[in-house]
């Protein structure tokens, strides 16, 4: 890993070109600010659960509501699902997400105060430019 993690079209799977840009940002992000070790895999890890939940649900509305847009019911079948797994499932990424916020809050509130503070202490230098 050399900071950037960028996954082509190949590896996202049912993921489309503005979900694939949103996850690079995301990731990218993530990885500069994490400052994990290289042997860290919870962004692969992440990616391959957000991949399972798209490829279940690509429009995002399998679940919302009973049929598609050609009026092709989506659970003509019943189906069992192991309502514990998909709780965990869910819970592990809404965790990861959440720490992910709060990370980028912390380091997002910091580079304000920081930006603050170098304006103050250079205000006389740039006093002719707006901003």
Request: hydrophobic share 40%; charged share 25%; with cysteine.
């Amino acid at each position: 890993k050399d900071g950037k993690i960028i996954f082509n079209a190949d590896s996202v799977g049912a993921f489309n070109a503005y979900e694939t840009v949103l996850w690079n940002l995301l990731i990218n992000e993530i990885v500069e600010h994490a400052d994990a070790d290289e042997s860290d895999i919870t962004d692969e890890i992440a990616f391959n659960y957000i991949n399972q939940i798209n490829d279940i649900d690509v429009r995002a509305d399998t679940f919302i509501y009973p049929i598609n847009n050609r009026l092709c019911v989506y659970f003509a079948e019943s189906k069992e699902f192991d309502v514990e797994n998909v709780y965990e499932f869910f819970m592990e990424i809404l965790n990861l997400l959440d720490a992910v916020d709060s990370m980028m809050a912390v380091y997002n509130e910091w580079k304000a105060d920081m930006e603050y503070e170098m304006k103050q202490c250079y205000s006389d230098y740039y006093n002719d430019y707006d901003y």
